[in-house]
């Protein structure tokens, strides 16, 4: 199956920082990407839709100035977490969708754990 | 609100028996698909059943769908102690997923 790679896995970093994360599509072209959050022992939550060529789509109450995306390539949208914030902790997790298949499938990364100090 | 909602928000069961869980959602879909998730880790992704499809097996598990009554369920048959996760269905429209609340499922050996 379609394979999309998260990287780093897991970052801490000190409040104030930004950290970048990226989502990769390693052997399709993704148009779309999404960006989710998971709180510990919670589901995970849609933050952004990622289109590339064109602004991302933010989710309601998900501040675009604090979660910049950029989808520069069919292959690769980042998540810059701007300033972060003990409160921004969470598993971040994308999925990039397959063009080709026939129900708009669409694959996970696995992850990437923030940790704000 | 949630676009999938699960039951039983957990279940405990023990070694070798059946273990179901269930998922109703509210729009038209174009496919649904179960994950499993280990504490602390990513998701795996189980089963993807499209909104055409009724049922699909999968070694031990099987996943129907039911578009007229909006809900899915998950069946793991002979249940092993390393089933023990949090299970989500996601439902899925024009490529983005909403998540259930999930189902905690403890299998005791």
């Known amino acids: 199956g379609a394979v999309v790679s998260q990287h780093p896995s897991w970052v801490i970093c000190k409040s104030g920082t930004s950290v970048k994360i990226e989502c990769r599509s390693l052997d399709f072209q993704a148009t779309t990407m999404f960006w989710y959050r998971q709180f510990p022992k919670q589901s995970l939550m849609l933050m952004a839709t990622?289109?590339?060529?064109?602004?991302?789509?933010?989710e309601q109450g998900v501040e675009k100035d604090k979660f910049l995306i950029n989808h520069a390539s069919l292959t690769l949208s980042t998540l810059t977490v701007t300033s972060a914030h003990p409160e921004d902790s969470s598993f971040y997790i994308c999925?990039?969708?397959?063009?080709?298949?026939?129900?708009?499938?669409?694959?996970f990364g696995p992850g990437t754990r923030l940790t704000v100090t | 609100s949630q676009q999938g909602e699960e039951d039983p928000q957990a279940l405990s069961i023990q070694e070798g028996e059946n273990a179901t869980m269930n998922c109703s959602y509210k729009?038209?879909?174009?496919?649904l698909q179960w994950y499993r998730q280990n504490s602390g880790r990513g998701l795996v992704h189980l089963i993807l059943i499209r909104s055409n499809e009724r049922e699909k097996h999968s070694g031990r598990l099987r996943v129907t769908l039911d578009t007229s009554k909006k809900s899915s369920s998950l069946l793991i048959t002979a249940s092993r102690a390393a089933d023990t996760a949090s299970y989500f269905c996601?439902?899925?429209?024009?490529?983005?997923?909403?998540f259930g609340d999930g189902t905690t499922l403890t299998v005791k050996p």
């Open positions: 729009t038209s879909i174009n496919n």
């Open positions: 990622s289109n590339e060529g064109s602004k991302a789509t933010y």
């Open positions: 996601a439902t899925g429209i024009a490529g983005k997923s909403t």
């Open positions: 999925s990039a969708v397959d063009p080709g298949g026939p129900s708009y499938e669409q694959y």
